[in-house]
């Protein structure tokens, strides 16, 4: 599985971003979806998934701020990241999981800055 993340930014707190995922997969809509973060210094940190069947999870600190979905005619999942403060600094990964066999998109950056 090869995924392409983007989306990542500067922006001010407050402010929205909405990153994507693209998944050069046969079946994407077999693969549960996640969206993971690691800021400097700290370990990379699960932010959301969303099942093959469309249930989704978010970890507490971004509940009600973001909000993962996926396109499967796209082959895509989504992040829609709102409210944005400067604690949600990091590089956002994309994952797919199948079969217990995870994979890994390459990273994009979000900054939130005054």
């Known amino acids: 599985v090869q995924l392409q993340a983007s989306g990542g930014g500067l922006v001010q707190p407050g402010e929205s971003l909405r990153l994507s995922c693209a998944a050069s997969v046969t079946i994407f809509s077999i693969y549960t979806m996640g969206w993971y973060r690691q800021a400097p210094g700290k370990q990379r940190e699960w932010v959301a998934t969303i099942t093959s069947g469309g249930s989704t999870t978010h970890v507490d600190s971004v509940k009600g701020r973001f909000t993962i979905s996926r396109d499967n005619a796209k082959n895509t999942v989504y992040l829609q990241m709102n409210s944005l403060e400067p604690e949600d600094t990091a590089v956002y990964y994309c994952?797919?999981?199948?079969?217990?066999?995870?994979?890994w998109g390459q990273g994009t950056q979000v900054t939130v800055s005054s």
């Open positions: 994952n797919a999981r199948w079969n217990f066999i995870d994979s």
